[in-house]
């Protein structure tokens, strides 16, 4: 059985707390077994309250989940770089100048 979360306590809490305390002034019974249901409706309802809290949704684990191969960067050549780069091994020759 699962360990109760923080939220579950606080809910279930909460609710055993203030519905106490709304069925006592609501109902203004003085008598003990008055009291006693009361105190246990409560209680019940608390319990039910913190059960029904959803739970926090858990990470799939390392070996479950497939592994993604990073991507790997492409380089990519600019027309300059392409151009400066002679498909035969013959120099370039540039005109002379004036």
């Known amino acids: 059985m699962p360990r109760p ?3 579950q306590l606080a809910y279930g809490s909460c609710t055993v707390i203030f519905s106490t305390l709304a069925m006592l002034l609501l109902s203004q019974t003085s008598s ?3 009291i006693a249901v009361i105190t246990l409706s409560a209680l019940a309802l608390g319990l039910l309250v913190a059960v029904t809290v959803p739970l ?3 990470a799939p684990s390392a070996a ?3 592994a993604v191969p990073a991507p790997v960067p492409v380089r990519r050549e600019t027309a300059s770089v392409a151009a400066s780069v ?6 370039v020759h540039e005109p002379a100048g004036p």
């Not at 002679?86 to 120099?91: C, H, K, V, Y």
């Open 32 to 34: 003990d077994l008055g």
């Open 86 to 91: 002679s498909l035969s091994s013959e120099p």
């Open 64 to 66: 479950a989940a497939p």
């Open 56 to 58: 926090p949704k858990r």
């Open 5 to 7: 979360t923080a939220a």
